[in-house]
């Protein structure tokens, strides 16, 4: 199966649905899966007197705050429908990330996504979670920032979710689905796991990559990377480590205004990433060690065989004197070169000639 690649436009339409078919294109150009937005409304999901993370603040006036900035960056539903249209006719797959209760139902009842995901800042918003699993689609959720028991406890509302579809939960509710034998097997087959480090761009001692191996130990779910550094390197790695799902920001210029252009790939550098993804995948094959097509033809070329270092008359013992290892690999292996020792020669053999047996 291959590797499920996410271009993240995220919010780089800057408000404009124009610019977001732009980047339609070139994620489907690029060779992308999925191209993935989000889907918010500013009054939902900041106060008023929300910050700016300090990334933001490099593009942003510090006084307008956050929930300014999110105003901004709205798209409203037919902005939804026409890129979600624009999205089938291109042949990639929409997706966005709902960050509050309303968009969950845009994204669902709406515009018709196939499944949903979850943004690391979300993880511990209850009630999105709950309302995101009742939907029984697969979800794709990211980690950042996020302890592992935070995690447990947000699969917990998942598994809830998947199995009770209008249950209110009650005490102990999410662990007991978690721990069911019902809820593991939906997690298993509806979720994904994002190992995340929620900072723009991300910085490389701080990526640790081989989390998606502990969260793939910890909860047994398919893992993958969403990835914030400022290149490409991490993408490979991810690939080359099993991620399953790799998601990377993108833009058309990263140095239009907006919070995300800066630490997002242009068009060219998406592509070049995707295409070193799947060169990555071919490298690393399969687990099973045997000969492949390409080395076969070399075996003889490459391996010795057993021949005369010296003439050798019939009737003569063979020695560690007058045999030895040479190319080509036509003839006796070297691995019978105990087993000849100490035999007689059954007949003459000239220097360099084939032992045989």
């Given at each position: 199966m291959s590797i499920f690649i996410i271009a993240e436009a995220g919010?780089?339409?800057n408000g404009s649905s124009d610019l977001a078919l732009q980047l339609v294109d070139a994620a489907s150009k690029a060779g992308a899966d999925a191209i993935k937005f989000q889907t918010f409304r500013a009054r939902n999901i900041a106060t008023r007197k929300?910050?700016?993370a300090d990334y933001q603040k490099t593009t942003n006036s510090i006084e307008d705050g956050q929930y300014a900035m999110l105003e901004r960056l709205e798209l409203d539903a037919h902005s939804h429908k026409k890129i979600f249209e624009h999205c089938k006719d291109r042949k990639i797959e929409f997706l966005s990330t709902p960050f509050d209760i309303?968009?969950?139902?845009?994204?669902i009842e709406k515009i018709g996504v196939t499944r949903l995901k979850i943004p690391s800042g979300e993880i511990t918003n209850a009630p999105l979670l709950l309302e995101c699993s009742r939907s029984g689609l697969p979800i794709i959720m990211s980690t950042g920032m996020a302890l592992l028991s935070e995690i447990e406890s947000a699969?917990?509302?998942?598994a809830f979710g998947y199995i009770n579809k209008n249950q209110d939960p009650w005490t102990d509710s999410f662990k007991n689905a978690y721990i069911s034998s019902e809820g593991q097997g939906l997690l298993k087959e509806k979720v994904t796991l994002l190992h995340c480090t929620t900072e723009y761009p991300a910085p490389f001692d701080q990526v640790n990559l081989r989390v998606m191996e502990t969260l793939r130990r910890a909860f047994g779910l398919k893992v993958g990377y969403s990835d914030h550094t400022s290149n490409i390197t991490a993408a490979l790695a991810a690939a080359a480590l099993g991620a399953e799902i790799i998601e990377k920001h993108f833009t058309i210029d990263k140095d239009l205004p907006g919070p995300d252009h800066k630490a997002s790939l242009t068009p060219d550098e998406l592509k070049a990433m995707i295409e070193g993804i799947k060169q990555v995948e071919m490298i690393m094959g399969n687990s099973e060690k045997i000969p492949v097509r390409s080395e076969i033809k070399n075996i003889p070329?490459?391996?010795?065989?057993?021949?005369?270092?010296v003439?050798?008359?019939?009737g003569e013992i063979f020695t560690e004197k007058n045999i030895t290892a040479k190319r080509p690999g036509t003839g006796v292996s070297p691995m019978l070169y105990w087993d000849i020792l100490g035999k007689k020669a059954h007949r003459d053999?000239?220097?360099d000639e084939f032992i045989t047996i």
């Open positions: 919010v780089n339409h929300a910050g700016l309303e968009s969950v139902k845009l994204l699969l917990g509302i998942l070329i490459a391996r010795k065989s057993l021949v005369a270092s003439d050798i008359k019939k053999y000239e220097i």
